[in-house]
């Protein structure tokens, strides 16, 4: 299931109002944001490391989706598409900081995106096979 390109775009506005938030003189010492997403009403939430709520977006489409690889995939698009566009790039917070996707009881399910000057969040296409390669490669070697 894909969001419509204005439902996209809404997500992103917001998202980008948020960074709003953190173009400041002094540094902010956000280590995570946290996205919460009720499937019960599509209402997602974005929180900071103190649980202050910094936006909340209504995605309709998500409402009675409870699948959190859904919402995974749908906002490492979105924040990638963000970062692309070097909306983070004018934040004043202290690197690296993280987006990641929260359970409904607030417990980490995934980092989203990792925003650091050295640090390049790979997906996982490029990981998926990587145990299997990985341990085919180790046999062989240990045969020889």
Do not use: C
């Amino acid at each position: 299931m894909s969001l419509s390109k204005e439902t996209q775009g809404l997500l992103q506005d917001n998202i980008e109002k948020m960074t709003k938030m953190f173009i400041t003189a002094e540094e902010t010492t956000v280590t995570d944001f946290h996205i919460t997403v009720n499937g019960d009403n599509g209402e997602l939430d974005i929180k900071d490391d103190d649980d202050r709520n910094l936006a909340r977006v209504h995605i309709k489409e998500w409402e009675g989706i409870h699948d959190e690889k859904v919402f995974e995939k749908e906002l490492r698009s979105v924040l990638g598409k963000v970062h692309e566009n070097g909306v983070f790039d004018n934040m004043n917070i202290a690197k690296p900081y993280s987006f990641v996707l929260n359970d409904d009881e607030g417990q980490d399910i995934v980092d989203l995106l990792i925003v650091d000057d050295d640090t390049i969040m790979l997906s996982e296409d490029l990981l998926e096979g990587f145990d299997e390669e990985m341990n085919e490669f180790l046999r062989q070697l240990l045969e020889e």
